[in-house]
């Protein structure tokens, strides 16, 4: 089987091409690297910093050493200034305090002397009052009552003087007046109602005789015309059970008719 | 109290008695107000009618000392009394009331209803009755009788 290589040479040369431009890129970048840094860093060797190390450090051992010591006195001295004025201040404080709080004992102890006297004075001022008032009151309540009693007993006495006085003016008045109208009127009136009561008794009587007489009268005549007539017609004489006899039966006839 | 009215009604006879019972009742119900200032015991042992004793006495028991009470049961009294139902008949001349009593008491039978009687004395009748009732009117009288015969006799 042979194999035709003329199809295959541009895709070759392609990436022969492609091969060799990487390279080269490569090559490019690493030489640009390589010069920066040659460019840039200045790195000493180790004995050279080494030697480097040891200079700084014997030159620079002595100031820091001064340095701590310069460090540390003037921290000492500004603690102890400040202890110092602390100290000073909280004394200061501390007597202020105390000042203030004697102060205000004292000024407390006189206010509650002040209330307390105050206040005994009110009581002893208010207990004068009332006991004042009191007698005031009591003076003017004796002199009222007294007054008031003494009005009304006055008052009382002059309306049982009137009374007693109208009373027995009417009553003369009255006696007066009434013996009079008895003595004129009583026998008059007694008399009168006398014939009066008299005349309408038998007035009374009178009309009550007559009035059964006459029904006496009226019924015997009655009866007779009735008895004549019932002979008459019916053959018998009608008394008084067999008008009620009839009056029956007449009401049993108009049980069918009427009720 | 309707216990008493029941009797007080079942003793009215005759209109002529309801006619005085409603007159009596008038009578109290002005001395109510005007004399015994409520007190119905005093007016009951006046009245002459003693009909209405055993009612007033009642009546006072439920409202003493109580006029208006008083008034206007009387007031209810009179319209109850009023109402009662009439029959009139004519009769010759007088019966006794024990007659009238029978009389009523077979009519309340026969009807189931209370009635009373309005009496008219008639003469002419001679004897035996006219009753009307409700408006119808029956002649069960002698007159009748006797008109008859006479016409009888007459032809």
Redesign the interface.
């Known amino acids: 089987m042979a194999y035709n290589y003329a199809e295959y040479m541009p895709l070759i040369i392609i990436m022969l091409t492609t091969v060799l431009l990487f390279f080269l890129i490569h090559l490019l970048f690493y030489y640009l690297q390589r010069k920066k840094e040659l460019l840039l860093t200045f790195k000493p060797s180790e004995s050279s910093q080494k030697e480097i190390d040891k200079l700084i450090a014997s030159e620079m051992r002595p100031i820091i050493l001064e340095a701590n010591q310069k460090i540390r006195e003037s921290s000492e001295r500004v603690t102890n200034s400040y202890e110092k004025e602390m100290q000073g201040l909280l004394e200061n404080m501390r007597s202020q305090s105390t000042n203030l709080v004697r102060e205000f004992f004292n000024q407390n102890k006189q206010i509650k002397n002040n209330i307390e006297k105050l206040n005994q004075k009110i009581e002893v001022d208010f207990s004068k009052l009332h006991q004042a008032i009191m007698n005031k009151q009591e003076k003017l309540y004796e002199i009222g009552e007294n007054n008031l009693t003494e009005e009304i007993a006055r008052l009382a006495q002059e309306h049982q003087q009137a009374k007693t006085f109208f009373m027995e003016e009417a009553s003369k008045e009255i006696k007066i007046s009434g013996d009079k109208f008895t003595k004129q009127i009583y026998p008059i009136y007694q008399k009168a109602v006398g014939n009066i009561e008299e005349k309408i008794s038998a007035t009374q009587e009178e009309i009550k005789k007559y009035k059964e007489e006459r029904f006496k009268e009226l019924?015997k005549k009655?009866?007779q015309?009735?008895g004549k007539?019932?002979k008459k017609?019916?053959g018998k004489v009608?008394d008084?059970s067999?008008?009620?006899e009839?009056?029956?039966?007449?009401?049993e006839?108009?049980?069918k008719?009427?009720? | 109290m309707e216990k008493v009215l029941n009797k007080l009604i079942k003793e009215i006879i005759t209109t002529e008695e309801l006619n005085s019972i409603l007159l009596e009742i008038d009578k109290i119900q002005r001395e109510v107000f005007e004399k015994q200032n409520g007190s119905l015991s005093k007016i009951a042992k006046e009245l002459e009618n003693h009909q209405l004793e055993n009612y007033l006495l009642e009546l006072e028991k439920i409202y003493p000392k109580n006029p208006e009470e008083q008034f206007s049961s009387l007031e209810k009294l009179k319209k109850n009394l009023q109402i009662i139902s009439q029959i009139r008949?004519q009769?010759?001349?007088p019966?006794?009331k024990a007659?009238l009593k029978n009389?009523v008491s077979?009519?309340e039978k026969?009807?189931h209803k209370k009635l009373i009687l309005d009496i008219i004395l008639n003469?002419k009748i001679?004897?035996?009755?006219i009753?009307e009732?409700?408006g119808?009117y029956?002649n069960?009288?002698?007159e009748k009788?006797?008109d008859k015969?006479?016409r009888e006799k007459q032809i």
Request: proline fraction near 2%; avoid cysteine.
């Open positions: 019924d009655i009866y015309k009735l007539i019932a017609t019916i009608i008084l067999t008008h009620e009839l009056i029956a039966n007449a009401f006839k108009a049980k008719e009427i009720f | 008949i009769i010759a001349y019966v006794s007659f009389i077979w009519i026969e009807t003469p001679v004897g035996g009755a009753i009732y409700q119808k029956e069960f009288s002698l009788e006797i015969i006479i």
